[in-house]
C-alpha cells in the first residue's frame, strides 16, 4: 500500500480537490470544444442517454466478473452466462411480460454461475477451462431451446417473438427545463444542463434498476461481514478457511451472483433494448465487462468507468461520427497542458513525447475532416491495453483470482 | 462364457439390423423413384424469418413447385460458424448427393471456393458474389445500389426537413455500394439535402448486421440532428431503427425485402416508409431453371433494374401517388441505362448533416 500513496499519479486521482478540478476543467475543455467546433451532439440529452444504455450491459457483465474475481475465481464465463440471459429474458419475457423476463435473465445467468462453480471448485477444472466450456455450452443451449421454443411461437431458430416493453419515465420540469437550456449553446451551463437532462429524460425503469447494482456491490464487498468473508478468500482462501470461512460456500454464492450479474445485463439487451432475443446479439460483450474489471483495478467504482468509455465510444460512434473528431480536439490540449506541466519539472522526455504526441494530432485533425471508424471502434479496447502496459504495476487483483484451491491443502 | 454368449448376441444382432437395413433401403427404392436433390445452404438468419434466406428459399421452393421430381435438402447457418464449418455444411449437402447446389451469403466465399474445386461436378450458385475462374459456379450478384438508389429518391422527396441518414451494418464494400446509390438517389432530388452516415460495425467485426440496439441509438442520434428519413442496409439492425422511428413519429426504410411485412417489425409497421428490395428469389430461380435446362454458364449473372432484380416497396401506402410515379420514372431510366448508379460513396457529396 505504501508504494500506492507514494505515487504521485495515485495521489492525484484519489485526492478529491483535485479530481473535482480536473474534472471541472475537463468539462470546460469539452464546452468550448463543442462551442468552437458547432457539433452539439457531444453533451446532447441524447448522447447522454444512449451512453447510459450502451453501458448498463457492459457494467452489469462488469460487476459480474468483479463479484468472481474478488471471490478468488477467473470468470471467462460471463459471455455464456449473458447469452443465456438474453436468452431466459426474451422467452420468459413474451410468456409472462417483461419484468418476469428480467428475472428470468437473472436466473439463467445464476444457474450457468453455479454450474461454474461446480466445475471450479468442487471438481477442481481449470478456471479458464471451465469458463470456456461454459461460453460455448450458453451458445449451444441458447440455440437448442430455441429450436424447441421459439418456432411454432412466431420466432425462428435465432429469434424470438417480441416482448412487451417496460416503461420509461422523465423528471417532470426539471427535464424539459435543463433540455431547453442545453439548447441554448451556452459555454458549460448548457453542456452540464445537457448530460444531466439525458441522465433524467425517459429512463428506462429497468435502467434504474441495474444501476442499483453498483451500490449495492460495493456496500455488500465493503461493508458487511460476507463482502469481507469473500474478499479473503480471493486473497488467501488457506488462511480464511483456517479461520473458520467456508471458501467453498462463499465462491459458490459468489459464482452465483456473478452468473445473475451477467444474464440480468443479457435480459437488458433483449428484453430492454432490442425487444426480442437475437442470436449473437451480446457480440463479445462479456469479454468486454472482464477488461472493463481490469480497467477499473477490481473496484465498483473502476468497473463503472471502463464499461462507460466503452459505451461512451459506441454512443458517439453510431450516432455522430464527427463528435469524434471533435474530441481530438480535447485530445490535443490534454495532452498539451500535460507537457507544460513536464516542463515545470524539466522532465525533457516527457514534454518532448507530449507535445509530440499535440502536434501530432492537431495535424492530424488539420488534415482529415473525420477519424477512420476502424479507429475510434478499436479505442477503448486501446486504452485498456495502455493501461494493463503502463499502470499495471498500480493495479491491484486479487492475489488468489485463478489459483486453484483444495480445502486443506496450503496453496 | 456368459461374455461369449453376449457377444455373439451383439454381432447378431449387428447382421439382423445390416440385413434389414439393406430390405428398408431396397424397399425405399422399389417404392418411389429416386428423386433428384437440391440443396441449399443458408446464411445466419432462418429460412422462415423474412430477409434474403427466406427470399432464396422462395425462389427454391418456386422451382421445386413446378418440378416434382426434385427433393430438397437445407442447412442453416449460425452465429459460431467459421469458414471450415461453412465447408463441412456444403460438404454434407454434396454427400446426401445434392447437386445443384444454392449458396446464400458472400460469408460462404472461401468455403465454396474450395468445395468447389474438390467437386467439379457439382454445379453451385452464390448470393451476393461471384467466385471468378471457378468453372462449376455461378453468381448472383444484385445491383443492390440501383434499389437504395431509388429509395433514396424517395427519402429526398419525403424529408420534410430536408435532411436524411444512412446506417451500414459492416463498413464493407457490399454495403458501401447501398450507401452510394441511397446518397445518389437524394442528390439527384436535391444536392442540398443535409446527409448523415454511420456504421454499427467495423470489419472483421460483422456483429453490425445483427445489432438492432445500436441501430436504434444510431437512428435516435440522427433524428435528434435533424434527420427525419433514415434508411438502414444493416439485416436484422435495421429493426432498432424502425423502432427509433416509431418513437419519434419519424421514418425508417428497410432493406432486401418488404420489411413491413416482417413479424418482428410489426409494432413499428406504420413507420416504414418502404423498403429498397433486391429480388434473390428471381435470381435462384433462374440458376435453377438453367441448370434444368442445361444453359447453366459460370460466373457473375447481374440482376438489376432491367430484368426485376431489384426494386422498391409501397406497403402501406406512405409514399404518395406522386412520389411513386417519380421514383418509377427513375427506376426506368436506369433500367435504360440513362442514369448510371455509383457504387463509391466518397464520389457523391452532400451537406454534412
Given at each position: 500500500?505504501?508504494?500506492?500513496?507514494?505515487?504521485?499519479?495515485w495521489?492525484?486521482?484519489?485526492?478529491?480537490?483535485?479530481?473535482?478540478?480536473?474534472?471541472?476543467?475537463?468539462?470546460?475543455l469539452?464546452?468550448?470544444?463543442r462551442q468552437?467546433?458547432?457539433?452539439s451532439?457531444?453533451?446532447?440529452?441524447g448522447?447522454?442517454?444512449?451512453?447510459?444504455r450502451?453501458?448498463?450491459?457492459?457494467?452489469?457483465?462488469?460487476?459480474?466478473?468483479?463479484?468472481a474475481?474478488?471471490?478468488?475465481?477467473?470468470n471467462?464465463?460471463?459471455?455464456?452466462?449473458m447469452i443465456?440471459?438474453?436468452?431466459?429474458?426474451?422467452?420468459f419475457?413474451?410468456?409472462?411480460?417483461?419484468?418476469?423476463g428480467?428475472?428470468?435473465?437473472?436466473?439463467?445467468g445464476?444457474?450457468?454461475g453455479l454450474?461454474?462453480?461446480?466445475?471450479?471448485?468442487?471438481v477442481g477444472?481449470?478456471?479458464?477451462?471451465?469458463g470456456?466450456?461454459?461460453?460455448l455450452?450458453?451458445a449451444?443451449?441458447?440455440?437448442?431451446?430455441?429450436?424447441?421454443?421459439?418456432?411454432?411461437?412466431g420466432g425462428?431458430?435465432?429469434?424470438?417473438?417480441?416482448?412487451?416493453?417496460?416503461?420509461?419515465?422523465?423528471?417532470?420540469?426539471?427535464s424539459?427545463?435543463?433540455?431547453?437550456?442545453?439548447?441554448?449553446?451556452?459555454?458549460?451551463i448548457?453542456?452540464?444542463?445537457?448530460?444531466?437532462?439525458?441522465?433524467?429524460?425517459?429512463?428506462?425503469w429497468?435502467?434504474?434498476?441495474?444501476?442499483?447494482a453498483?451500490?449495492?456491490t460495493?456496500?455488500?464487498?465493503?461493508?458487511?461481514?460476507?463482502?469481507?468473508?469473500?474478499r479473503?478468500?480471493?486473497?488467501?482462501?488457506?488462511a480464511?478457511?483456517?479461520?473458520?470461512?467456508?471458501?467453498?460456500?462463499?465462491?459458490?454464492i459468489?459464482?452465483?451472483?456473478s452468473?445473475?450479474?451477467?444474464?440480468?445485463?443479457?435480459?437488458?439487451?433483449?428484453?430492454?433494448?432490442?425487444?426480442?432475443?437475437?442470436?449473437g446479439?451480446t457480440?463479445g460483450?462479456?469479454?468486454?465487462?472482464?477488461?472493463?474489471?481490469?480497467?477499473?483495478?477490481?473496484?465498483?467504482?473502476?468497473?463503472?468507468?471502463?464499461?462507460?468509455l466503452?459505451?461512451?465510444?459506441?454512443?458517439?460512434?453510431?450516432?455522430?461520427?464527427t463528435?469524434?473528431?471533435?474530441?481530438?480536439l480535447v485530445?490535443i490540449?490534454?495532452?498539451?497542458?500535460?507537457?507544460?506541466?513536464?516542463l515545470?519539472?524539466k522532465?525533457?522526455k516527457?514534454?518532448g513525447?507530449?507535445?509530440?504526441?499535440?502536434?501530432f494530432?492537431?495535424?492530424?485533425?488539420?488534415?482529415?475532416?473525420v477519424?477512420?471508424d476502424?479507429?475510434?471502434?478499436?479505442f477503448?479496447n486501446?486504452?485498456?491495453?495502455?493501461?494493463?502496459?503502463?499502470?499495471?504495476?498500480?493495479?491491484?487483483?486479487?492475489?488468489?483470482a485463478?489459483?486453484?484451491?483444495?480445502?486443506?491443502?496450503?496453496? | 462364457m456368459?461374455?461369449?454368449?453376449?457377444?455373439?448376441?451383439l454381432?447378431?444382432?449387428?447382421?439382423?439390423?445390416?440385413?434389414?437395413?439393406?430390405?428398408?433401403?431396397?424397399?425405399?427404392?422399389?417404392?418411389?423413384?429416386?428423386?433428384?436433390?437440391?440443396?441449399?445452404?443458408?446464411?445466419?438468419?432462418?429460412?422462415?424469418?423474412?430477409?434474403?434466406?427466406?427470399l432464396?428459399?422462395?425462389?427454391?421452393?418456386?422451382?421445386?413447385?413446378t418440378?416434382?421430381?426434385w427433393?430438397?435438402?437445407?442447412?442453416?447457418g449460425?452465429?459460431?460458424?467459421?469458414?471450415?464449418?461453412?465447408?463441412?455444411?456444403?460438404?454434407?449437402?454434396?454427400?446426401?448427393?445434392?447437386?445443384?447446389?444454392?449458396?446464400v451469403?458472400?460469408?460462404y466465399?472461401?468455403?465454396?471456393?474450395?468445395v468447389?474445386?474438390?467437386?467439379?461436378?457439382?454445379?453451385?450458385?452464390?448470393?451476393?458474389?461471384?467466385?471468378?475462374?471457378?468453372?462449376?459456379?455461378?453468381?448472383?450478384?444484385?445491383?443492390?445500389?440501383?434499389g437504395?438508389?431509388?429509395?433514396?429518391?424517395?427519402?429526398?422527396?419525403?424529408?420534410?426537413?430536408?435532411?436524411?441518414?444512412?446506417?451500414?451494418?459492416v463498413?464493407?464494400?457490399?454495403?458501401?455500394?447501398?450507401?452510394?446509390?441511397?446518397?445518389a438517389g437524394?442528390a439527384k432530388?436535391?444536392?442540398?439535402?443535409?446527409?448523415?452516415?454511420a456504421?454499427?460495425?467495423?470489419?472483421?467485426?460483422?456483429?453490425?448486421?445483427?445489432?438492432?440496439?445500436?441501430?436504434?441509438e444510431?437512428?435516435?442520434?440522427?433524428?435528434?440532428?435533424?434527420?427525419d428519413?433514415?434508411?438502414?442496409?444493416?439485416?436484422?439492425?435495421?429493426?432498432?431503427?424502425?423502432?427509433?422511428a416509431?418513437?419519434?413519429?419519424?421514418?425508417s426504410?428497410g432493406?432486401?425485402?418488404?420489411?413491413?411485412?416482417?413479424?418482428?417489425?410489426?409494432?413499428?409497421?406504420?413507420?416504414?416508409?418502404?423498403?429498397?428490395?433486391?429480388?434473390?428469389?428471381?435470381?435462384?430461380?433462374s440458376?435453377?431453371?438453367?441448370?434444368?435446362?442445361?444453359?447453366?454458364t459460370?460466373?457473375?449473372h447481374?440482376?438489376?433494374?432491367?430484368?426485376?432484380?431489384?426494386?422498391?416497396?409501397?406497403?402501406g401506402?406512405?409514399?404518395?401517388?406522386d412520389?411513386v410515379?417519380?421514383?418509377?420514372?427513375?427506376?426506368?431510366?436506369i433500367?435504360?441505362g440513362?442514369i448510371?448508379v455509383p457504387?463509391?460513396?466518397?464520389?457523391?457529396?452532400l451537406?454534412?448533416g
Amino acid at each position: 500500500m505504501s508504494t500506492l500513496k507514494e505515487n504521485r499519479l495515485w495521489r492525484i486521482i484519489t485526492s478529491p480537490s483535485r479530481m473535482m478540478l480536473t474534472v471541472a476543467g475537463v468539462v470546460i475543455l469539452v464546452s468550448v470544444v463543442r462551442q468552437f467546433t458547432g457539433i452539439s451532439d457531444i453533451t446532447s440529452p441524447g448522447a447522454a442517454g444512449a451512453t447510459i444504455r450502451f453501458t448498463i450491459p457492459l457494467l452489469m457483465a462488469g460487476l459480474g466478473g468483479l463479484w468472481a474475481e474478488r471471490s478468488g475465481v477467473i470468470n471467462i464465463g460471463l459471455e455464456g452466462m449473458m447469452i443465456l440471459g438474453t436468452w431466459f429474458g426474451a422467452w420468459f419475457g413474451y410468456l409472462y411480460g417483461p419484468w418476469v423476463g428480467i428475472f428470468a435473465g437473472a436466473v439463467g445467468g445464476a444457474l450457468a454461475g453455479l454450474l461454474h462453480a461446480i466445475l471450479t471448485v468442487r471438481v477442481g477444472i481449470d478456471q479458464a477451462v471451465s469458463g470456456l466450456a461454459i461460453n460455448l455450452l450458453g451458445a449451444g443451449t441458447a440455440r437448442f431451446l430455441s429450436g424447441v421454443f421459439f418456432i411454432g411461437a412466431g420466432g425462428d431458430v435465432n429469434v424470438s417473438p417480441q416482448v412487451k416493453s417496460i416503461s420509461s419515465f422523465t423528471v417532470p420540469g426539471l427535464s424539459p427545463f435543463l433540455t431547453s437550456l442545453g439548447q441554448k449553446h451556452i459555454l458549460v451551463i448548457s453542456d452540464v444542463a445537457g448530460v444531466v437532462a439525458g441522465f433524467i429524460t425517459s429512463i428506462n425503469w429497468a435502467s434504474l434498476v441495474m444501476i442499483l447494482a453498483l451500490p449495492l456491490t460495493s456496500w455488500i464487498l465493503w461493508k458487511t461481514r460476507f463482502g469481507l468473508r469473500m474478499r479473503f478468500c480471493g486473497e488467501n482462501p488457506s488462511a480464511a478457511e483456517s479461520l473458520g470461512v467456508n471458501v467453498y460456500r462463499t465462491r459458490y454464492i459468489a459464482l452465483a451472483v456473478s452468473g445473475a450479474l451477467a444474464g440480468l445485463g443479457g435480459a437488458y439487451i433483449s428484453v430492454v433494448v432490442t425487444g426480442n432475443y437475437l442470436e449473437g446479439q451480446t457480440a463479445g460483450r462479456g469479454y468486454i465487462g472482464l477488461a472493463a474489471v481490469i480497467f477499473g483495478n477490481w473496484q465498483p467504482a473502476g468497473v463503472l468507468a471502463g464499461a462507460a468509455l466503452f459505451g461512451l465510444t459506441d454512443a458517439l460512434r453510431v450516432r455522430q461520427s464527427t463528435s469524434v473528431h471533435a474530441l481530438l480536439l480535447v485530445v490535443i490540449v490534454l495532452a498539451a497542458v500535460y507537457s507544460l506541466t513536464k516542463l515545470r519539472k524539466k522532465d525533457w522526455k516527457g514534454f518532448g513525447i507530449n507535445l509530440g504526441i499535440a502536434v501530432f494530432v492537431l495535424a492530424y485533425y488539420m488534415i482529415n475532416k473525420v477519424v477512420p471508424d476502424e479507429f475510434v471502434t478499436f479505442f477503448p479496447n486501446l486504452t485498456t491495453i495502455l493501461v494493463l502496459a503502463f499502470l499495471s504495476q498500480k493495479l491491484r487483483p486479487p492475489a488468489m483470482a485463478g489459483a486453484p484451491y483444495r480445502k486443506g491443502e496450503e496453496s | 462364457m456368459q461374455k461369449k454368449t453376449l457377444g455373439r448376441a451383439l454381432a447378431g444382432a449387428v447382421a439382423a439390423s445390416l440385413a434389414l437395413s439393406v430390405v428398408s433401403l431396397n424397399g425405399t427404392a422399389a417404392s418411389a423413384a429416386p428423386k433428384k436433390l437440391v440443396g441449399i445452404a443458408f446464411d445466419l438468419g432462418g429460412k422462415e424469418q423474412p430477409g434474403f434466406n427466406q427470399l432464396a428459399y422462395i425462389g427454391f421452393k418456386a422451382f421445386l413447385k413446378t418440378h416434382p421430381g426434385w427433393a430438397e435438402k437445407d442447412l442453416q447457418g449460425n452465429a459460431a460458424d467459421t469458414d471450415a464449418s461453412r465447408a463441412q455444411r456444403l460438404k454434407l449437402l454434396i454427400a446426401a448427393g445434392a447437386n445443384p447446389v444454392v449458396v446464400v451469403g458472400y460469408s460462404y466465399e472461401n468455403a465454396l471456393k474450395a468445395v468447389a474445386k474438390a467437386n467439379p461436378k457439382v454445379k453451385f450458385a452464390i448470393v451476393d458474389d461471384n467466385i471468378a475462374g471457378a468453372k462449376n459456379v455461378e453468381g448472383l450478384l444484385f445491383k443492390a445500389e440501383q434499389g437504395s438508389y431509388l429509395v433514396g429518391a424517395a427519402a429526398a422527396l419525403s424529408s420534410k426537413s430536408k435532411s436524411v441518414g444512412f446506417i451500414g451494418g459492416v463498413n464493407i464494400p457490399l454495403i458501401q455500394a447501398f450507401e452510394a446509390g441511397f446518397k445518389a438517389g437524394v442528390a439527384k432530388i436535391d444536392p442540398t439535402i443535409k446527409y448523415q452516415s454511420a456504421y454499427a460495425s467495423n470489419p472483421p467485426d460483422f456483429s453490425g448486421f445483427n445489432a438492432p440496439d445500436k441501430g436504434h441509438e444510431s437512428a435516435l442520434g440522427m433524428f435528434q440532428n435533424g434527420a427525419d428519413v433514415v434508411y438502414s442496409a444493416a439485416g436484422s439492425t435495421g429493426q432498432g431503427a424502425h423502432k427509433a422511428a416509431f418513437e419519434q413519429k419519424k421514418w425508417s426504410i428497410g432493406v432486401d425485402a418488404d420489411e413491413a411485412l416482417y413479424a418482428s417489425n410489426a409494432p413499428y409497421k406504420t413507420a416504414i416508409l418502404t423498403s429498397a428490395l433486391k429480388n434473390v428469389d428471381v435470381g435462384v430461380a433462374s440458376f435453377l431453371s438453367d441448370v434444368v435446362a442445361n444453359k447453366f454458364t459460370p460466373d457473375a449473372h447481374l440482376f438489376d433494374a432491367a430484368n426485376g432484380g431489384v426494386g422498391f416497396t409501397t406497403t402501406g401506402g406512405y409514399l404518395s401517388a406522386d412520389i411513386v410515379a417519380k421514383v418509377k420514372a427513375l427506376q426506368k431510366q436506369i433500367a435504360s441505362g440513362a442514369i448510371v448508379v455509383p457504387t463509391d460513396p466518397k464520389t457523391v457529396t452532400l451537406p454534412q448533416g
